[in-house]
């Protein structure tokens, strides 16, 4: 008898339906063709036992099961209850009058039990896409599919649920979420706040900029200074996720099976990888590609502690998606792309020993050493972060004051307003939100200057030297800065502010 029941892969973070064919004929074997991998091959043993241990079996016969369509690769674990129930249908053991309208995916513990799979809420958009009825996963995922409105959606925690669900009608109970009211409830100000932090004025002042208008950012200072505290505290006053961002987001957390027992996420991603990481990990990548951590930062913030300790080779792969906003990753059968759109902050030691333009302390490396260790940090590179800023240690009279700094939540309605006028601006151009995305040609509508501003703006090319991209940098971080001021002109001050953000273009530092 021939029963097809459905599964689902995920490629990049979008689904494609699988359907999976069971045949049981006269004969014995079992074969599964149609591109699956050692997970899906080894899944045999795993319905073999788990049928056993509650009452079933896996009929003696020649049975053959295809995972259509046949040449593209299948992996992963998921497809254990969606073999065993089209083994169980397929040999008359349960009725499957209704099989085909429902999309079935789990991984099988021996006893029956159901694991958690990957890509719980890409399979449920697509799902409700094609029309399908319900959608019949692990109660770990239900949260996170429930997500997506007008599908019913089915969390199980043993395959005899399924089994009692087809064969004698026994109601599956089906989980409700309401995606708004979820969402709304839970977005609350993250645990760090800049209020915590003493002294640091300008340096407050520059990652208010940086939020406003998503600019990427570089600390540069000695240990102990507090670049890291600073960047940990960033997330506090960026606006909040909108719906259609935390749903992209937890699209491609839920890629890697990041967002378990939970629905929408409403907190934007922070991303803090060691500098051992390989380019791979960090970009997407592997022998079968997944999201890497600048995807997982996406609509968030990715920060690189220790810029010049990660390997050169792998701080140039991030060039291209920091410009384009997404990561393409090639393979000969297929290729898949993820979103990153995020703003990077990075923090680094001026010197190898971490003391360099210090006037108080010893100078403890050599020129040739201080060459190395600014070495690994490419031109380009940095061209392509808006804002350096030198970050010094905190006198111990600022330290020991008892009044607090200006809290995380004042600095947000100040963020919040610039990019209200930021969305405003752009709201008839496609995929610009906010002014660190404004290509070349939306800079010359929105960033026009004065002869004033352009002959200072001049004298600051030709003094620093600085590159055509570093111009465009200026210019978008001064259009920040006027929003921020709620003024519709860039002016001199403006300009003049977002110069001294370029500190590593000067002489004495990388040159």
């Given at each position: 008898?021939?029963?097809?029941?459905?599964?689902?892969?995920?490629?990049?973070?979008?689904?494609?339906?699988?359907?999976?064919?069971?045949?049981?004929?006269?004969?014995?074997?079992?074969?599964?063709?149609?591109?699956?991998?050692?997970?899906?091959?080894?899944?045999?043993?795993?319905?073999?036992?788990?049928?056993?241990?509650?009452?079933?079996?896996?009929?003696?016969?020649?049975?053959?099961?295809?995972?259509?369509?046949?040449?593209?690769?299948?992996?992963?674990?998921?497809?254990?209850?969606?073999?065993?129930?089209?083994?169980?249908?397929?040999?008359?053991?349960?009725?499957?009058?209704?099989?085909?309208?429902?999309?079935?995916?789990?991984?099988?513990?021996?006893?029956?039990?159901?694991?958690?799979?990957?890509?719980?809420?890409?399979?449920?958009?697509?799902?409700?896409?094609?029309?399908?009825?319900?959608?019949?996963?692990?109660?770990?995922?239900?949260?996170?599919?429930?997500?997506?409105?007008?599908?019913?959606?089915?969390?199980?925690?043993?395959?005899?649920?399924?089994?009692?669900?087809?064969?004698?009608?026994?109601?599956?109970?089906?989980?409700?979420?309401?995606?708004?009211?979820?969402?709304?409830?839970?977005?609350?100000?993250?645990?760090?706040?800049?209020?915590?932090?003493?002294?640091?004025?300008?340096?407050?002042?520059?990652?208010?900029?940086?939020?406003?208008?998503?600019?990427?950012?570089?600390?540069?200072?000695?240990?102990?200074?507090?670049?890291?505290?600073?960047?940990?505290?960033?997330?506090?006053?960026?606006?909040?996720m909108t719906l259609h961002e935390a749903l992209e987001t937890t699209k491609i957390h839920s890629v890697v099976g990041k967002?378990?027992?939970?629905?929408?996420?409403?907190?934007?991603?922070?991303?803090?990888?060691?500098?051992?990481?390989?380019?791979?990990?960090?970009?997407?990548?592997?022998?079968?590609?997944?999201?890497?951590?600048?995807?997982?930062?996406?609509?968030?913030?990715?920060?690189?502690?220790?810029?010049?300790?990660?390997?050169?080779?792998?701080?140039?792969?991030?060039?291209?998606?920091?410009?384009?906003?997404?990561?393409?990753?090639?393979?000969?059968?297929?290729?898949?792309?993820?979103?990153?759109?995020?703003?990077?902050?990075?923090?680094?030691?001026?010197?190898?020993?971490?003391?360099?333009?210090?006037?108080d302390a010893p100078v403890t490396s050599s020129p040739a050493e201080m060459q190395r260790y600014l070495g690994k940090i490419?031109?380009?590179?940095?061209?392509?972060?808006?804002?350096?800023?030198?970050?010094?240690?905190?006198?111990?009279?600022?330290?020991?004051?008892?009044?607090?700094?200006?809290?995380?939540?004042?600095?947000?309605?100040?963020?919040?307003?610039?990019?209200?006028?930021?969305?405003?601006?752009?709201?008839?151009?496609?995929?610009?939100?906010?002014?660190?995305?404004?290509?070349?040609?939306?800079?010359?509508?929105?960033?026009?200057?004065?002869?004033?501003?352009?002959?200072?703006?001049?004298?600051?090319?030709?003094?620093?030297?600085?590159?055509?991209?570093?111009?465009?940098?200026?210019?978008?971080?001064?259009?920040?800065?006027?929003?921020?001021?709620?003024?519709?002109?860039?002016?001199?001050?403006?300009?003049?502010?977002?110069?001294?953000?370029?500190?590593?273009?000067?002489?004495?530092?990388?040159?």
């Open positions: 008898m021939l029963i097809k029941v459905y599964g689902s892969a995920v490629f990049g973070i979008e689904a494609t339906t699988i359907v999976v064919e069971v045949n049981i004929d006269k004969g014995i074997g079992y074969h599964l063709v149609g591109l699956p991998d050692n997970a899906i091959k080894e899944s045999n043993y795993r319905i073999a036992a788990a049928l056993q241990n509650n009452g079933y079996r896996i009929p003696g016969k020649k049975i053959t099961i295809n995972m259509a369509p046949a040449d593209l690769r299948k992996e992963g674990s998921a497809y254990d209850l969606t073999l065993a129930i089209g083994i169980l249908a397929a040999s008359d053991q349960i009725r499957s009058n209704n099989i085909e309208n429902y999309l079935i995916m789990g991984e099988l513990s021996l006893d029956g039990s159901l694991q958690p799979i990957k890509g719980a809420l890409p399979i449920a958009i697509k799902a409700k896409e094609e029309g399908f009825e319900a959608f019949i996963l692990p109660k770990e995922n239900a949260n996170e599919a429930a997500v997506v409105d007008g599908l019913k959606v089915y969390g199980v925690e043993n395959i005899k649920e399924v089994i009692d669900f087809f064969d004698t009608n026994v109601p599956l109970e089906q989980t409700h979420v309401d995606t708004r009211r979820e969402f709304y409830e839970h977005l609350h100000l993250p645990e760090f706040d800049f209020a915590d932090v003493k002294g640091q004025e300008s340096i407050k002042r520059c990652m208010e900029i940086a939020a406003a208008g998503g600019h990427n950012i570089i600390l540069i200072g000695p240990p102990g200074a507090g670049k890291t505290m600073l960047a940990k505290r960033l997330p506090s006053i960026l606006p909040p967002v378990k027992n939970r629905g929408l996420m409403s907190q934007r991603p922070f991303r803090n990888p060691h500098h051992t990481i390989s380019s791979a990990a960090l970009v997407g990548g592997g022998s079968y590609p997944q999201p890497g951590e600048i995807s997982l930062s996406h609509n968030g913030v990715l920060f690189l502690d220790e810029l010049p300790e990660f390997e050169r080779r792998v701080l140039e792969v991030m060039r291209q998606p920091m410009e384009d906003r997404e990561v393409t990753i090639a393979r000969a059968q297929f290729t898949v792309t993820y979103p990153s759109s995020f703003m990077l902050v990075a923090s680094m030691n001026p010197s190898p020993g971490g003391y360099f333009n210090d006037p490419s031109g380009p590179l940095l061209d392509r972060i808006d804002i350096h800023i030198e970050v010094t240690p905190v006198p111990f009279d600022k330290l020991s004051e008892e009044r607090k700094g200006e809290s995380s939540v004042v600095i947000r309605k100040r963020v919040e307003a610039a990019r209200e006028i930021q969305t405003q601006r752009f709201q008839e151009v496609d995929g610009i939100h906010y002014n660190a995305q404004m290509g070349t040609k939306h800079i010359r509508k929105f960033c026009k200057l004065n002869e004033s501003s352009k002959n200072l703006l001049k004298d600051a090319m030709q003094r620093l030297n600085l590159s055509a991209r570093a111009y465009d940098r200026i210019l978008k971080v001064s259009r920040t800065i006027a929003d921020l001021e709620q003024s519709e002109d860039v002016v001199e001050n403006h300009i003049s502010e977002a110069i001294q953000y370029r500190s590593l273009d000067r002489e004495g530092w990388l040159g």
